[in-house]
């Protein structure tokens, strides 16, 4: 916060709607982690220019967060709270900072991937969809690449809960979920694509480069001489974070831990990432 400034809060607080209750001290830990991974994601969304407003002040465009938990007096909705999106609305269930239930969470849904950062960068997808996609310029090619949307979402979702991904799904989406729905299809790939620009930045500031000299992975080389969140050229994006997915994921198996980035992009998918690129850097497209 500028010292001048006449906010009582900042950029990223200033998006609350509702918040636990904090006479808890459990609901405090939990959403503390909440507003960790929250603030991280708006200061990827500033660096990378997108729109973001408050609800508060923009009641026809802005975005407002409610933090909500299964049980309690002012916070319970019901006998569970789903994290969601509805119109700039989103919903978290404080549950998901808890470690032990999300890991419960990612295997009973067979999930590789699952994390608090994950939840925030999916569910502003739906935002950015609607802020970006619905009904513009890019509406028809979005149906081109991910389908109708206009298919019955509820059904869609059933259908994905009851019978799984479809076969063959890893050739066409950035993960199963995606496969549900056009809207989750964006959902996923929005997150991936925030993904990979956060952690390229973050490599870059720490100077990080990869010189393999043997073994199965080389010849790889990387140096992000450039800024992730500004460069326009998708495919140099894509060339240093496969190499530093794999140095990541090779440095995790000599500490005997599964994958960092347990994902492989197909080419369609790839393709999907390179239309999220043209979303968040339309005049390079």
């Not at 309690?72 to 808890?98: R, S």
């Not at 969809?129 to 979702?157: C, I, P, Q």
Request: hydrophobic share 40%.
């Amino acid at each position: 916060m500028p010292a001048d400034s006449g906010d009582a809060f900042c950029r990223a607080c200033r998006l609350n709607r509702t918040i636990p209750d904090l006479d808890s001290a459990d609901n405090l830990l939990l959403w503390q982690r909440m507003e960790s991974a929250k603030h991280r994601l708006v200061y990827a969304l500033l660096r990378l220019g997108l729109p973001l407003s408050s609800r508060h002040d923009d009641a026809e465009k802005g975005l407002v967060f409610d933090f909500l938990s299964d049980s309690g007096t002012a916070f319970h909705e019901g006998p569970q709270v789903m994290t969601g999106h509805a119109e700039g609305q989103i919903t978290i269930n404080l549950a998901e900072a808890d470690d032990v239930e999300r890991e419960r969470h990612r295997r009973d849904m067979a999930e590789s991937y699952r994390t608090i950062l994950g939840h925030f960068s999916h569910e502003i997808g739906h935002h950015y969809w609607e802020r970006l996609v619905r009904g513009g310029a890019w509406h028809d090619s979005f149906r081109e690449l991910f389908g109708d949307e206009r298919r019955d979402y509820g059904a869609a979702l059933q259908a994905y809960y009851t019978g799984g991904p479809p076969p063959g799904w890893q050739q066409h989406f950035v993960s199963s979920y995606a496969s549900a729905h056009p809207w989750e299809g964006f959902a996923e790939t929005w997150a991936h694509y925030l993904h990979m620009v956060d952690t390229l930045e973050t490599a870059a500031a720490f100077g990080l480069s990869i010189d393999v000299k043997a073994g199965r992975l080389a010849p790889l080389k990387m140096e992000i001489d450039f800024d992730p969140c500004r460069h326009d050229d998708f495919d140099a994006l894509v060339s240093a974070w496969l190499t530093l997915t794999s140095a990541v994921n090779s440095l995790n198996h000599s500490m005997g831990q599964p994958d960092l980035y347990p994902f492989v992009l197909a080419p369609e998918a790839m393709g999907k990432l390179r239309f999220v690129h043209g979303l968040v850097h339309p005049a390079t497209t």
